[in-house]
């Protein structure tokens, strides 16, 4: 079977499947200016009569078919010092107010009126820089990976400004060269602009873009064109000190005052390659996580949150898939903390990138944790017009064995290479991923193999996919929650379009879905059949009505509950029916909500209805307020009974400011008897430089009682040498 998926793949790639679209008319020539710009969001110097202008935007949503009927325009210039663009969006079709969420960094990009530009400063349509703006001036910044996704939890210094009325908004950005990695003597870069209008409920950019993929699709980028190549950005070194005091008090013991000195050093070997030290990090004040109901026999995922290890995150973290991750940061840190670390990262030229990361934590007697060392090494290179080849290498070695567990190794390591197709178009994609733990204990040295195929058009998607991880596979800096299975599945689903322009819907269709687990002797464990049905409206609204036919034989006892009340037994088989619907009300409105239920069988021969939701409503531009609701009622026999447990939570975004924010967060888990609050003011004095008061509090009787609160002062500052 694996042998004909190889096929598959080699044909793709040497068949010219589809034809392409013509982007060479998409190129917008940037000439340098030396007239002093101001970034106030009034577009009165000389440079912006003379530069060319890309407008006559291409409509996205609702349908892709024609122009925008909101007129855009974008113009570029630079200096020594800084790219600069200046924007106008005018309200020709639809005006009104604008929506917008609140001031606060990183909006939600569907939730906003809003303008962003990608970046693609080695014009590979795979990697760069993605800056955006809603209308009323908040910032949005990110970097790209994968040719159209985008981490925001990457942050850089650039600057901006939004001015406003009822005809137009004006956008004006300036981003230091210092601030993003580039190849300097490359003199055409990849970009587009694009815009999202919700009043009008049209998303539109300049080099068009099929309505199925994001508008910062950098394979469906136009062309930046330099007069003279970038220039050299010289010494770019940052230092990053940080300052931080925190009052701690656990489980009714006397509060203890605990004082730290840290920072950050960034400087660039090139333009494109850049070393980050820290000493000491702090991360006291990355935002909590979100609280979960876990009904799930597997390890629950949470994202990354530290800044350390964001920029360029996708040569490290971005492996596999997202169940099968060699390496995953969060798992480094957190039960001791980081004494120093370093990283290399960026890109050696157009085809090659690399990452090096290298990390000592601290010894911790009380939990039998050694002193431990932490290396990746990864390799990118880019083949065919989109695709690329990865290698990586992850390595977790004890410095001092004298406190280490007599019942673990003394090192952990996994090797691994796979292989990224995208098409030049960005219709078809596909994964061969193959990898390999070494370990001091013979039990945890196994490999695993995985691959998919799939396309995705505006009608079709469809997408196969296989993964073997062997029982003795082993990743301590990982995050692969299940061992020991064969996996298959396919999917495809369909969309029928509407002609009737009168009538609010816009797209329906069906998706099937079918995932078999088997274990490694392929004896049947698991078997999902899921069918739904969407309906897209053109306000952006959707709805879907699903059904799921679900087969489990337990691989070990499990407690259905999560409350330590009983445990089901290994290799008893349950199965069930659920019925499902949930419904996202259009954004535009200042009162959001998203809905879900479902109805049907569970373990044990059981029931389960469940409802969850969240509420939103925004005093635009400077209170958001929302609200997480999560209820399940399960009926099992005894010893379970019925049960009943909430999940609720409520978050208030105080934005005085586009640089002073003040973010609230109370949560209640009744499954593990908890609850937290937390509460966030961040002042950013300077860009990328912050005051933090951080105060959380929390109390847990799961698996065992523990309460207690802290309060953190915390001042950081930029500074460029």
């Known amino acids: 079977m694996w042998h004909r998926l190889l096929f598959c793949l080699s044909s793709l790639i040497y068949s010219n499947l589809y034809s392409q679209i013509n982007f060479e008319q998409y190129r917008l020539p940037i000439q340098k200016t030396n007239e002093k710009?101001?970034?106030?969001?009034?577009?009165?110097?000389?440079?912006?009569?003379?530069?060319?202008?890309?407008?006559?935007?291409?409509?996205?949503?609702?349908?892709?078919?024609?122009?925008?009927?909101?007129?855009?325009?974008?113009?570029?210039?630079?200096?020594?010092?800084?790219?600069?663009?200046a924007i106008i969006f005018y309200n020709t079709a639809v005006k009104g107010k604008y929506v917008v969420e609140s001031l606060k960094r990183d909006f939600s990009f569907g939730k906003n009126d809003n303008f962003l530009v990608a970046i693609d400063p080695f014009n590979n349509q795979t990697t760069g820089f993605a800056f955006g703006?809603?209308?009323?001036?908040?910032?949005?910044?990110?970097?790209?990976?994968?040719?159209?996704?985008?981490?925001?939890?990457?942050?850089?210094?650039?600057?901006?400004?939004?001015?406003?009325?009822?005809?137009?908004w004006v956008c004006e950005i300036a981003i230091?060269?210092?601030?993003?990695?580039?190849?300097?003597?490359?003199?055409?870069?990849?970009?587009?602009?694009?815009?999202?209008?919700?009043?009008?409920?049209?998303?539109?950019s300049w080099a068009p873009v099929p309505r199925q993929f994001p508008s910062v699709s950098l394979a469906y980028a136009g062309a930046l064109v330099w007069d003279a190549p970038p220039p050299k950005q010289g010494n770019n070194s940052s230092l990053i000190p940080y300052f931080s005091n925190r009052i701690v008090q656990e489980n009714q013991s006397n509060a203890q005052n605990q004082f730290k000195v840290g920072g950050d050093v960034k400087f660039n070997l090139t333009s494109s390659l850049n070393i980050d030290l820290t000493v000491n990090p702090d991360f006291s004040q990355a935002e909590v996580d979100q609280q979960v109901t876990n009904l799930d026999r597997f390890e629950l995922f949470f994202p990354e949150r530290r800044q350390f290890f964001l920029e360029n995150a996708d040569l490290f973290s971005n492996f596999g898939y997202s169940t099968i991750r060699p390496f995953f940061s969060r798992r480094i840190g957190l039960e001791v903390p980081i004494d120093a670390g370093v990283r290399l990262s960026g890109n050696l030229n157009e085809n090659w990138r690399i990452g090096v990361m290298d990390i000592q934590t601290h010894a911790d007697e009380d939990q039998q944790i050694s002193t431990q060392?932490?290396?990746?090494?990864?390799?990118?290179?880019?083949?065919?017009?989109?695709?690329?080849?990865?290698?990586?290498?992850?390595?977790?070695?004890?410095?001092?064995?004298?406190?280490?567990?007599?019942?673990?190794?003394?090192?952990?390591?996994?090797?691994?290479?796979e292989f990224?197709?995208?098409?030049?178009?960005?219709?078809?994609?596909?994964?061969?991923?193959?990898?390999?733990?070494?370990?001091?204990?013979?039990?945890?040295?196994?490999?695993?193999?995985?691959?998919?195929?799939?396309?995705?058009?505006?009608?079709?998607?469809?997408?196969?996919?296989?993964?073997?991880?062997?029982?003795?596979?082993?990743?301590?800096?990982?995050?692969?929650?299940?061992?020991?299975?064969?996996?298959?599945?396919?999917?495809?689903?369909?969309?029928?379009?509407?002609?009737?322009?009168?009538?609010?819907?816009?797209?329906?269709?069906?998706?099937?879905?079918?995932?078999?687990?088997f274990d490694t002797d392929w004896d049947k464990k698991d078997l999902s059949n899921h069918f739904?049905?969407?309906?897209?409206?053109?306000?952006?609204?959707?709805?879907?009505?699903?059904?799921?036919?679900?087969?489990?034989?337990?691989?070990?006892?499990?407690?259905?509950?999560?409350?330590?009340?009983?445990?089901?037994k290994a290799g008893t088989q349950h199965e069930w029916i659920t019925y499902t619907a949930a419904y996202n009300a259009k954004p535009q409105n200042r009162f959001t909500y998203s809905l879900e239920a479902l109805s049907g069988g569970y373990y044990q021969e059981g029931t389960r209805t469940a409802f969850s939701g969240e509420f939103g409503y925004r005093f635009q531009p400077y209170l958001e307020l929302n609200s997480l609701l999560n209820f399940n009622h399960?009926?099992?026999?005894?010893?379970w009974d019925t049960t009943e447990f909430w999940l609720l939570g409520f978050k208030a975004n105080i934005t005085f400011t586009n640089t002073l924010f003040f973010s609230n967060l109370y949560q209640y888990n009744e499954q593990l008897g908890l609850w937290n609050f937390n509460s966030r003011l961040q002042w950013r004095y300077k860009p990328a430089s912050d005051l933090f008061i951080v105060f959380n509090s929390n109390e847990m009787q799961l698996p065992q009682l523990s309460s207690g609160w802290n309060l953190t002062f915390k001042l950081n500052y930029w500074l460029n040498l």
């Open 634 to 639: 399960i009926d099992l026999p005894q010893p």
């Open 420 to 517: 990224n197709y995208f098409s030049k178009d960005n219709l078809w994609d596909g994964k061969l991923l193959f990898l390999k733990s070494f370990s001091a204990l013979k039990e945890a040295q196994g490999n695993t193999f995985a691959s998919h195929f799939g396309y995705q058009s505006t009608r079709w998607k469809w997408r196969i996919q296989q993964e073997y991880v062997s029982g003795d596979y082993s990743a301590d800096v990982g995050f692969v929650p299940r061992k020991n299975y064969h996996k298959l599945q396919a999917l495809a689903a369909h969309l029928f379009y509407t002609a009737d322009e009168t009538i609010s819907l816009l797209s329906h269709g069906p998706s099937v879905e079918r995932i078999y687990f």
């Open 532 to 568: 739904k049905y969407l309906f897209n409206f053109k306000n952006r609204s959707q709805f879907s009505l699903g059904i799921q036919r679900q087969f489990i034989e337990l691989l070990r006892n499990f407690d259905p509950l999560r409350n330590q009340i009983a445990t089901l």
């Open 373 to 417: 060392n932490f290396g990746v090494f990864s390799l990118q290179r880019k083949v065919l017009d989109r695709s690329n080849i990865n290698f990586i290498f992850v390595n977790k070695q004890d410095v001092n064995e004298n406190n280490r567990s007599n019942s673990t190794s003394p090192y952990n390591r996994n090797g691994g290479i």
């Open 37 to 85: 710009i101001i970034i106030d969001g009034d577009l009165n110097e000389l440079i912006w009569t003379q530069t060319q202008v890309a407008d006559d935007f291409f409509m996205i949503t609702p349908v892709d078919t024609g122009k925008a009927n909101q007129l855009s325009e974008a113009r570029v210039t630079y200096d020594d010092e800084n790219i600069y663009l």
């Open 133 to 168: 703006v809603n209308a009323y001036g908040a910032q949005w910044d990110g970097t790209m990976y994968e040719g159209r996704s985008v981490d925001l939890n990457w942050d850089s210094k650039w600057y901006s400004a939004v001015q406003l009325d009822e005809e137009k």
């Open 176 to 204: 230091p060269f210092k601030s993003i990695r580039f190849d300097d003597e490359n003199t055409v870069w990849g970009i587009n602009f694009s815009r999202l209008d919700l009043k009008a409920s049209e998303k539109s």
